[in-house]
Nanobody, 122 residues
C-alpha cells in the first residue's frame, strides 16, 4: 500500500486547511490511520488518530480545532485544520497501522506517506 498526502500550503494564523491522504494498492477500511507532524529540529509528534470503526482521538494541542475523518469509499483519510497558529507549522504525515485501533506512537505504524508542508504565518 502507498499513501499520498496532499493539501498543505501557506496560510495565515486563524486560517484553515484540509489535508488528504489517499491510499493506493490496498483498501484501508479495516485499518487504523493517523496524522503526525514534525517541526524543524523537533521529533515527529502525534496529531490525530482514527480507528477502523471511525472512532477518533486527538493530541491536546489540536483538540477542538482539528478533525480527522475517513471516506472508505474513496480510500482516503482527511485532516481538517481550523484556527491554525504558527505552532502548527511543520511537515504533516499520514500513516497506516495494520491493526484496528490507532496508536499515538509512530513506531506502531507500518506505512507512511511522503508528508505535506504546512506553514502558518503570524
Amino acid at each position: 500500500v502507498q499513501l499520498l498526502a496532499s493539501g498543505g500550503g501557506l496560510v495565515q494564523a486563524g486560517g484553515s486547511l484540509r489535508l488528504s491522504c489517499a491510499a493506493a494498492g490496498r483498501t484501508i477500511s479495516n485499518y487504523a490511520m493517523g496524522w503526525f507532524r514534525q517541526a524543524p529540529g523537533k521529533e515527529r509528534e502525534f496529531v490525530a488518530g482514527i480507528h477502523w470503526n471511525g472512532g477518533t482521538y486527538y493530541a491536546d494541542s489540536v483538540k477542538g480545532r482539528f478533525t480527522i475523518s475517513r471516506d472508505n469509499a474513496k480510500n482516503t483519510v482527511y485532516l481538517r485544520m481550523n484556527s491554525l497558529n504558527p505552532d502548527d507549522t511543520g511537515v504533516y504525515y499520514c500513516a497506516l497501522q495494520l491493526g484496528k485501533y490507532s496508536s499515538r506512537a509512530p513506531r506502531d505504524y507500518d506505512v507512511w506517506g511522503q508528508g505535506t508542508q504546512v506553514t502558518v504565518s503570524s
